[in-house]
């Protein structure tokens, strides 16, 4: 085969190409819940990151770089939603659902700012934060880890298997050993399903926590839970989602489920909840919902030692929202507005949007998931043109 210059590779590497560049990695990170690219919110990233790559100086004389200065003005980049929806022909809602994305990935940030511009003041001016240690980490290979995963693989295996060479998982070096069902079926349950894997990182000693507290309060005398590389990745986002990173929160979620009799096998087919069970969305959300309660064990989420703390509810500066938590409160039930409604703090208005700002990413994503037409609706019955809702996430950083 030839791999000799054409004509036409000629003139493409003769071309001074710049401007976005969108790195493969993306593709296998940046995805849709259907499990497929998130095409729109690569395209969006790649045009924030071009602004945040610097402009190269260089020495009149020598051509030789000298220094490095950014493209934008600020300290953050100041991008509005007009802006790339003439660049890129989007639609206002494609753009803002793609950053909720990007947002809930920790990619980025949006920052709403009051600025002076010619004298005048401007308020809820949008700017861009990056997050780089994400960025980077969807971005490059990371070669070394899996030489650490490789390293560590073929030592378990060789460990178990007395000198017989395997091929680890994930490792593809092309050659012509043979690989029995037998040993292979042997060492992915030795490597791969123990809590003492070595291939599973350090990163996770919250995670295994969570399933100590678990297993000290539910499975007492018996064969302590699997430590699996799934579970703990499970786990992890389940705890920065929906319990903001607290293995207290965690703890009181597994009190409310310890004081449910139906969870504790006592329902008429004595079936009892497993962690596997309480860690799946559903069936958490309908747990802290109270679903499962006794009737005397229903205000348990009103308690001190819960979840949801109750100290008094301080209302907000703008009383059409004020009215509309009301309504809320009367349509959606006592517990329901507790649970969502309740913690949601006023941020201001844009045009036609409503700036709201939720404590957990959780509670913002389950918000924008089932209740956004009720609260929208609620807004149509009053004089505010309320046509969208933005919800931002309390004391937001890098991961």
């Known amino acids: 085969m030839s791999y000799d210059i054409t004509n036409e590779v000629k003139a493409i590497g003769s071309l001074n190409l710049e401007g976005n560049i969108i790195p493969i990695e993306w593709f296998n990170h940046i995805k849709l819940s259907n499990n497929k690219p998130d095409l729109i919110s690569i395209f969006l990233l790649s045009d924030i990151i071009y602004w945040y790559r610097p402009t190269t100086i260089r020495d009149e004389i020598s051509g030789k770089i000298v220094g490095y200065r950014k493209k934008f003005k600020s300290d953050l980049l100041q991008k509005g939603y007009k802006d790339l929806e003439n660049l890129f022909g989007l639609s206002r809602n494609q753009i803002k659902d793609s950053f909720q994305r990007l947002e809930k990935l920790s990619l980025i940030k949006r920052v709403f700012r009051n600025i002076m511009s010619q004298g005048s003041a401007i308020s809820n001016v949008m700017f861009i934060q990056i997050f780089t240690k994400n960025i980077t980490r969807i971005t490059e290979k990371n070669l070394g880890l899996d030489m650490e995963i490789y390293q560590q693989t073929c030592e378990e295996i060789s460990s178990h298997t007395q000198g017989n060479i395997l091929t680890p998982k994930g490792i593809n070096p092309h050659t012509y050993t ?222």
């Open 178 to 399: 043979e690989t029995t069902t037998k040993i292979t079926t042997k060492n992915s349950l030795s490597t791969s399903f123990t809590s003492k894997d070595p291939t599973i990182s350090k990163e996770y000693v919250r995670e295994k926590e969570m399933i100590n507290i678990w297993d000290k309060e539910f499975r007492k005398g018996e064969r302590a839970s699997v430590h699996s590389q799934g579970r703990l990745i499970l786990l992890k986002k389940i705890i920065e989602e929906y319990f903001e990173g607290n293995l207290d929160c965690w703890k009181r979620y597994c009190l409310i489920i310890k004081k449910s009799n139906f969870l504790m096998g006592g329902g008429s087919n004595n079936w009892k909840a497993d962690l596997t069970w309480v860690t799946k969305q559903e069936n958490l959300i309908r747990v802290l919902e109270g679903y499962y309660h006794n009737k005397e064990e229903k205000n348990i989420k009103n308690k001190s030692n819960d979840i949801i703390s109750e100290e008094k509810e301080k209302p907000s500066i703008d009383p059409i929202w004020n009215g509309v938590k009301e309504r809320l409160k009367i349509n959606k039930g006592e517990d329901t507005y507790k649970s969502w409604f309740r913690k949601l703090i006023f941020k201001g208005y844009e045009e036609e949007t409503i700036l709201l700002i939720a404590p957990s990413k959780f509670i913002k994503d389950w918000i924008l998931n089932n209740f956004k037409d009720d609260i929208i609706g609620l807004y149509k019955e009053t004089a505010m043109n309320v046509k969208y809702i933005e919800l931002f996430v309390e004391n937001e950083g890098e991961v």
